[in-house]
């Protein structure tokens, strides 16, 4: 099987393909060719993104980030402005309320209000980025069920164990890491 594989370069450099044949590539191999082509990654929320370090050099390095969640945009955006990541790149519920500041509920039209099939929940972000921007190499990072559900539509889903392991996600991942740090050198080498 060929496939295409573009080196990094500064964003205003256009990107030269290289082929590069594949034998026998275990689901590890495909993960990490997929992570270093990444042209766009998707971060879970919950325990997975940190204010850490290598996070913050992840997200300066790839460029496109988004912040894909089950969980609440009003507790997401602060997360978002630390890493430095556009508020216009987190999927995440919306909060509903009522006049007089009483809950209502939550937006059951977000993509993330709901989960369970590829048309919905994160595997329909990860489907809807894909599609509205061309994405080839897109890489869904989480430590939940939820985030390996997105794979496919993602090319690639790396399970997250840094703050929380999940057996399931753990022993079905195909390249699974306790640390922001391996992926980070693993984008050096």
């Not at 007089?100 to 939550?106: L, R």
Request: hydrophobic letters at 35%; aromatic letters at 10%.
């Amino acid at each position: 099987m060929m496939v295409e594989h573009h080196r990094r370069i500064d964003s205003d450099q256009k990107m030269e393909p290289k082929k590069v044949e594949l034998e026998d590539e275990t689901g590890e191999e495909r993960a990490k060719r997929v992570w270093k082509m990444a042209d766009c990654v998707c971060f879970d929320v919950d325990s997975t993104v940190c204010r850490d370090e290598a996070i913050d050099e992840l997200a300066n390095f790839l460029g496109v980030v988004y912040l894909v969640s089950g969980g609440f945009r009003s507790l997401i955006e602060p997360v978002a402005d630390c890493l430095k990541i556009s508020r216009t790149k987190i999927y995440a519920n919306v909060l509903l309320f009522n006049e007089d500041g009483s809950y209502s509920g939550f937006d059951e039209n977000e993509l993330t209000s709901d989960s369970g099939s590829k048309e919905i929940g994160k595997p329909g972000v990860c489907a809807l980025l894909k599609k509205k921007y061309g994405y080839e190499n897109l890489v869904m990072i989480g430590d939940g069920a939820t985030d390996y559900e997105a794979f496919p539509p993602a090319d690639a889903f790396i399970g997250f164990g840094g703050n929380q392991i999940r057996e399931n996600v753990r022993t079905n991942a195909p390249w699974y890491v306790y640390d922001f740090e391996v992926l980070r050198r693993e984008l050096e080498d």
